[in-house]
Protein backbone atom coordinates (compact mmCIF):
# COMPACT_ATOMS: atom_id res chain seq x y z
CA UNK A 1 0.00 0.00 0.00
CA UNK A 2 1.41 3.43 -0.84
CA UNK A 3 0.84 6.42 2.06
CA UNK A 4 0.70 10.26 0.79
CA UNK A 5 1.31 12.56 3.35
CA UNK A 6 -0.81 16.08 3.24
CA UNK A 7 -1.88 19.14 4.66
CA UNK A 8 1.34 20.48 6.59
CA UNK A 9 2.16 24.15 6.41
CA UNK A 10 3.50 27.04 8.32
CA UNK A 11 0.84 27.86 10.99
CA UNK A 12 1.41 31.04 14.25
CA UNK A 13 1.55 29.18 17.39
CA UNK A 14 -1.77 28.23 19.10
CA UNK A 15 -2.86 27.87 15.60
CA UNK A 16 -4.54 23.95 14.11
CA UNK A 17 -3.69 22.12 11.28
CA UNK A 18 -5.29 18.73 10.01
CA UNK A 19 -3.01 16.34 8.60
CA UNK A 20 -4.45 14.06 6.06
CA UNK A 21 -2.84 10.28 5.68
CA UNK A 22 -4.12 8.99 2.23
CA UNK A 23 -3.52 5.45 1.44
CA UNK A 24 -3.76 3.55 -2.15
CA UNK A 25 -6.10 0.87 -2.00
CA UNK A 26 -8.35 -0.51 0.59
CA UNK A 27 -6.54 -3.14 2.65
CA UNK A 28 -5.35 0.04 4.51
CA UNK A 29 -8.45 -0.30 6.17
CA UNK A 30 -7.22 -3.24 7.73
CA UNK A 31 -3.35 -1.89 9.06
CA UNK A 32 -3.09 -0.01 12.44
CA UNK A 33 -1.94 3.08 11.73
CA UNK A 34 0.64 6.02 13.30
CA UNK A 35 1.80 9.21 12.78
CA UNK A 36 5.66 9.95 13.28
CA UNK A 37 7.44 13.40 13.21
CA UNK A 38 11.19 13.95 12.82
CA UNK A 39 12.28 17.52 14.21
CA UNK A 40 15.94 18.90 12.04
CA UNK A 41 18.49 17.15 13.88
CA UNK A 42 15.95 15.05 15.95
CA UNK A 43 15.27 11.22 15.77
CA UNK A 44 11.90 10.05 14.37
CA UNK A 45 9.83 9.98 17.04
CA UNK A 46 5.64 8.84 17.92
CA UNK A 47 2.94 10.98 17.65
CA UNK A 48 0.18 8.72 17.32
CA UNK A 49 -1.33 5.74 16.37
CA UNK A 50 -5.02 4.33 15.82
CA UNK A 51 -6.00 0.32 15.50
CA UNK A 52 -7.92 -0.46 12.04
CA UNK A 53 -11.04 -0.37 13.86
CA UNK A 54 -10.48 3.32 15.09
CA UNK A 55 -10.44 2.44 19.05
CA UNK A 56 -7.97 2.09 20.51
CA UNK A 57 -6.17 5.19 19.85
CA UNK A 58 -2.75 6.39 21.41
CA UNK A 59 -1.09 9.95 21.56
CA UNK A 60 2.52 10.91 22.81
CA UNK A 61 2.70 12.63 26.04
CA UNK A 62 4.14 15.81 23.90
CA UNK A 63 0.22 15.98 22.11
CA UNK A 64 -2.03 13.94 24.34
CA UNK A 65 -4.89 17.03 24.95
CA UNK A 66 -3.82 19.08 21.67
CA UNK A 67 -3.91 16.71 19.15
CA UNK A 68 -6.50 13.57 18.07
CA UNK A 69 -6.09 10.78 15.26
CA UNK A 70 -8.99 9.27 13.42
CA UNK A 71 -9.84 7.11 10.66
CA UNK A 72 -12.19 7.13 7.92
CA UNK A 73 -11.65 3.27 6.60
CA UNK A 74 -14.49 4.22 3.86
CA UNK A 75 -12.11 7.02 2.25
CA UNK A 76 -8.85 5.24 2.97
CA UNK A 77 -7.87 8.10 5.04
CA UNK A 78 -5.95 8.46 8.57
CA UNK A 79 -5.97 12.27 10.18
CA UNK A 80 -3.96 13.83 12.45
CA UNK A 81 -6.23 17.00 13.72
CA UNK A 82 -3.59 19.38 15.83
CA UNK A 83 -4.93 22.09 18.14
CA UNK A 84 -3.08 24.77 19.83
CA UNK A 85 0.50 24.06 18.44
CA UNK A 86 3.81 25.01 19.56
CA UNK A 87 6.69 26.17 17.82
CA UNK A 88 8.37 22.48 19.20
CA UNK A 89 5.85 20.69 17.20
CA UNK A 90 7.63 21.95 14.14
CA UNK A 91 8.66 18.79 12.15
CA UNK A 92 8.39 16.58 9.47
CA UNK A 93 5.62 14.50 10.16
CA UNK A 94 5.12 10.80 8.63
CA UNK A 95 2.09 8.67 8.69
CA UNK A 96 3.00 4.74 8.66
CA UNK A 97 1.00 1.70 8.39
CA UNK A 98 1.62 -1.63 9.64
CA UNK A 99 -0.47 -5.06 9.94
CA UNK A 100 0.68 -5.72 13.04
CA UNK A 101 -2.18 -4.68 16.13
CA UNK A 102 0.17 -1.97 17.73
CA UNK A 103 2.37 1.05 16.09
CA UNK A 104 6.25 1.06 17.46
CA UNK A 105 9.03 3.34 14.96
CA UNK A 106 11.28 -0.04 14.17
CA UNK A 107 7.44 -2.10 13.73
CA UNK A 108 5.98 -0.37 10.98
CA UNK A 109 5.91 -1.97 7.42
CA UNK A 110 4.43 0.91 4.95
CA UNK A 111 5.76 4.45 5.31
CA UNK A 112 4.55 7.57 3.58
CA UNK A 113 6.56 10.35 2.62
CA UNK A 114 6.50 13.40 5.15
CA UNK A 115 4.34 16.46 5.03
CA UNK A 116 6.13 19.55 6.70
CA UNK A 117 4.50 21.43 9.66
CA UNK A 118 6.10 24.94 10.66
CA UNK A 119 5.05 26.51 13.70
CA UNK A 120 6.12 30.26 14.31
CA UNK A 121 6.44 31.92 17.50
Known amino acids: VQLQASGGGLVQAGGSLRLSCAAS????????TGWFRQAPGKEREFVAAISWRGSPRYHANSVRGRSTISRDNAKNTVYLQMNSLKPEDTAVYFC???????????????WGKGTLVTVSS
Open 96 to 110: AATTRSYCTLSGMDY
Open 25 to 32: DGTFSRYA
